[in-house]
């Protein structure tokens, strides 16, 4: 499941259980997902770095942190 | 006529010496406790009668020659997350309001044994899901210098209360940097062991592979004493024989190194000033500082984000579902943000964290240390959601987190310790760092860090040492 598509269910599910104000978190948190995702240093099954192999995980924004 | 102990080990030698009794220190901190905690908010819960209870039993041991150790007749508080037998365990949530636990949580048992008196347990962020404090069922905890502030967190509680002479040392918990920025906020010592070698079980969990306990006090010494006493060794605790011989760093100049890419990069103005003059000092006393790199230090949030929520998450989810309105709001919601977290993108930062210990390591190698700051910013005012640094309004959370969640994701031993003070004479603190497995190593380094800190300086310089901000 790419990011993007992982936040549009998320969003949806949180409005589903009346948590709509999770909405901003969760986008907060897909754009620390995003850049999990790119780091160089991930593995992947062709061989490629994570920065090439998945493009559509990318969701563009300021960095990535929401800390606890 | 002698100062009053400010430490542990000055307490201990008293104590011992019988120059003063455990029922009158402990009777001097209750009297605190019921002056300032209806401003501080610092404790949750004070166990008085059992409190001068156990302070009899130690003067009376004490009398009879049978002096346990440094902690004999020492008063302690605990973070609420710390079972304590026949008491709540409240977190700090409402969630947790029936809950008395049945027995002591080992680290409690340990303290016990050595004769420490347990004078109450502290407020914190609840369920340490925060750094300000500000989100508990039994109100914020304050800060001791400025009550409109927060103390940090999550341990808040446990450093107001050392702050502000209601108990000697506090026992607090740290998943992302819980004891290591209160410490820093309130002009303390804050000591996050490696990773595993203290016992967390009887502590509520936040992240059981981030979570580490450890001691918030007033000197690099008093944290020895309890990090031994938890771990059930010796080497720091025959204070009566002439003080911690282990504890000093051998007299080869202090090599320590400055990650200053990623952690140094977003500070407070007074922050920085205040810990680049902290560097000089050093360089005076001898200690040679290098420039180091940790080269994906700026994935460590989301790495850390990643386990942090997941585990929580895990721990939550069925109270979150069965009395949700029992968390205060702003915790629930993050701890529902972790229920969506897929577990590819857990097991990403999983490898993740393997990278950030290796880097760690590495920026380790050849030095006795990093050496860095514990606390982008002063202690914040409660209620501020962000802070400006360099033009920019930062998130607080996130960047108090910042110069400490690294040593969670990658379990190296960590020490705060006051090293200055901004204009409004708020406490500034830095941060060392030691190799994996060795915090008796750091602790030796830490002392010897805070023996360059407290030399005479000249008067216009603001440092003041551990414990004597009052």
Redesign the interface.
Same mark, same amino acid.
């Given at each position: 499941m790419t990011v993007k598509a992982w936040l549009e269910m998320a969003i949806h599910d949180a409005e589903r259980r009346g948590l709509p104000e999770l909405k901003p978190l969760l986008e907060a948190l897909a754009k620390a997902t995003s850049a999990l995702r790119t780091a160089e240093w991930n593995a992947d099954a062709t061989g490629e770095s994570a920065s090439d192999a998945d493009p559509g995980s990318r969701i563009p924004g300021p960095g990535p942190e929401y800390g606890r | 006529m002698a100062a009053e102990p400010q430490t542990i080990r000055e307490l201990s030698r008293a104590l011992k010496a019988r120059q003063t009794t455990a029922e009158a220190v402990v009777d001097g901190c209750l009297q605190r406790i019921a002056e300032r905690n209806p401003t501080l908010n610092a404790f949750i819960t004070v166990f008085g009668d059992d409190a001068r209870e156990q302070a009899h039993d130690a003067d009376r041991e004490i009398a009879a020659g049978r002096h346990r150790g440094p902690l004999h007749g020492v008063p302690i508080s605990l973070k609420d997350l710390f079972d304590v037998r026949g008491a709540v365990t409240t977190a700090a949530s409402r969630v947790r309001q029936s809950h008395v636990a049945d027995r002591d949580a080992t680290a409690v048992a340990m303290l016990r044994q050595a004769g420490a008196v347990i004078v109450g347990k502290t407020n914190l962020h609840e369920f340490a899901? *925060? !750094?300000t404090n500000e989100e508990s069922a039994f109100g914020p905890a304050r800060h001791p210098l400025d009550p409109s502030r927060s103390p940090g967190g999550s341990s808040g509680g446990s450093a107001a209360a050392v702050a502000d002479g209601m108990c000697f040392a506090s026992i607090g918990s740290d !998943? *992302?940097g819980s004891i290591r920025i209160p410490a820093a906020a309130c002009g303390l010592v804050g000591l996050k062991p490696t990773y595993g070698e203290l016992p967390t079980d009887g502590v509520v969990p936040l992240s059981p592979t981030l979570d580490h306990i450890g001691p918030i006090c007033r000197s690099v010494e008093d944290a020895a004493i309890i990090y031994d006493t938890l771990r059930g060794d010796r080497r720091f605790l025959d204070v009566a024989r002439g003080g911690h011989a282990d504890a000093a760093h051998d007299s080869r100049p202090l090599r320590l190194a400055i990650p200053r890419h990623y952690f140094l990069s977003t500070l407070d103005a007074q922050v920085a000033a205040g810990f680049e003059t902290a560097c000089e000092r050093l360089r005076e006393s001898g200690a040679t500082l290098t420039d180091v790199s940790v080269p994906?230090a700026g994935?460590i @949030? @989301? =790495?850390? +984000?990643?386990i942090? +929520?997941s585990e @929580?998450a895990a721990y939550h989810a069925t109270s979150l579902e069965r009395r949700p309105e029992d968390y205060t709001p702003n915790v629930r919601? #993050?701890l529902?943000?972790g229920r969506? =977290?897929?577990g590819e993108?857990y097991a #990403? @930062?999983l490898? *993740?964290r393997e +990278?950030i210990r290796r880097e760690i390591d590495a920026a380790l190698e050849g030095v006795d240390g990093l050496f860095l700051p514990a606390l982008a910013i002063p202690a914040p005012k409660i209620g501020v959601p962000t802070v400006r640094i360099g033009g920019a309004d930062e998130?607080v959370?996130?960047i108090? +987190? #910042?110069c400490t969640?690294a040593f969670n994701v990658s379990g190296h031993p960590a020490v705060a310790l006051p090293c200055g003070a901004t204009t409004e004479a708020l406490p500034i603190g830095a941060q060392i760092v030691g190799p994996y497995g060795d915090t008796t190593g750091l602790l030796r380094v830490a002392a010897a860090v805070e023996a360059a800190f407290t030399a005479p300086v000249a008067a216009s310089e603001t440092y003041r040492g551990p414990g004597r901000s009052r």
């Open positions: - | 899901l *925060g !750094t !998943t *992302g994906h994935d @949030a @989301a =790495i850390y +984000l990643h942090v +929520l @929580a919601l #993050r529902e943000m969506y =977290i897929l993108d #990403r @930062a490898r *993740g +990278l998130p959370r996130n108090m +987190l #910042r969640q």
